[in-house]
């Protein structure tokens, strides 16, 4: 059973826009139907998204959707349950998705799928129903099965020796962070302009927006009365969030101060998740002597961590402004992959240029860097560098595991498939019949 990454269940029905395909029945499994149209909105979602599709596509489509609904069958039989609250908090999430995307508009997304939001719920609520049975029942099938070293080591041994996988060149970094920091005259003189803003607003009854648009220091937002999109709680940064979360509709906040310097905020309107206000803020300057002080302590930073004295690790976790790395030893991580590794063509270009000269252990000196839009300073390390070689299990036993793994749990699904398809009614259409897979949903 070729299983694909069953886009469908996770965003594409719902990524896409009301229109008019074909609606043949192509297949049923139990009480549950596939529509052509189904079919051709999922491959048109994957050519859009750059997937590469070839005759067999649109087959192996099919076969992942009888897949799906075969565990979605089962769920049902076997009295798998999803309550009403998992299927509104999905609903809403991917609402909340949808509407960031359209700058919080309900008109922006009413045109875009040509139905309203209660007409959009009351049309997806049961395929997110029935993407959450059928990840239930997958667990279900899958969370028990484990793989031994022993297995590894056999399924890594019936590979082929002219088709092992080329483990490509991959580098582990780490960094320091060094963000000037305000002098106290400068941050004394920065809040007292943010509090007589805030006290002419709250006080004397100025406008907000006016206010916005005469002082404040975010160019983004100040020609728009201060006003942000709609945006969730994760897209703010925490001070920020952990604040306008709390205010009612025209409230103005206390003074706030976040790593962009200090804000006062109005909310303006709540939808569920998503948060519309509009801000005022004040960034400090920062002054050649700031500047000049940040980088005396980069340079002392790394003689000390040359010398010995201290490990890299120390100095980020008690120097380092970046709060993604600086809890982990300054490790930094791939966000296309979640871990630690990067290969090449994953790398700023400009992190490749510093770190091509370093070895395993070494670090360069402090550079000057631009990061939203502030002049930083960053030390790098190169933590580690594997070079590109054909897969081994000395050296990648944890990328072997997991491909072992995935082929253990894809061997149980397909005879937990051919088990429960005995005694389930399925339907094939006749335009795919001839699909490779099909005779699974044939033969009884």
Known sequence: MKKLIFLFFVF????????????????VVGGHIILESEISLQLEQMSGQGY?????????????????????????????EVSDKQVDDELDRRLNYF???????????????????????EEFRPIIKNNLL?????????????????EVRQYFNKLPKDSLPLIPAKYELAQVILKPVMNSFERSRIYTEIENIRNGI???GKDFGQMARLYSDDPGSKANNGELPFMTRDQLVPE??????????GEVSEIVETEFGFHIIQMLEKKGQLLKVRHILKSPKIYSADMDAAHHLGDSLFTVVQGGKITFGEIASKYSTDPASKDHGGLMTNPQTGDSKFMAEE????????????????????????ENGKQVFRILKLVSYTEAHTASLSEDFDQIKSAALADKQKQILQKWVKKNVQNTYTRVGESYTNCAQSKLWLNH
């Open 12 to 27: 594409c029905s719902l990524a896409l826009p009301a229109q008019q395909v074909l609606d043949d029945i192509v297949g």
């Open 52 to 80: 590469p599709l070839d005759d067999n596509s649109r087959c192996a489509v099919f076969e992942d959707y009888m897949f799906q609904k075969l565990l979605v069958h089962q769920a049902e039989v076997d009295s798998v």
């Open 99 to 121: 509407l960031s995307q359209m700058g919080g508009s309900e008109t922006e997304f009413e045109k875009h799928f040509n139905k309203s939001i209660l007409e959009f719920k």
């Open 134 to 150: 059928a990840q239930q029942m997958r667990s279900k099938i899958t969370t028990d099965v484990k793989i031994t070293p022993a």
């Open 202 to 204: 709250v006080n004397k």
């Open 240 to 249: 920020f969030s952990a604040v306008a979360f709390t205010l009612k509709p």
């Open 347 to 370: 790398l700023d270009p400009e992190v490749a240029a510093e770190i091509s000269v370093l070895k395993a252990g070494e670090s360069t000196k402090p550079t000057l860097i631009v």
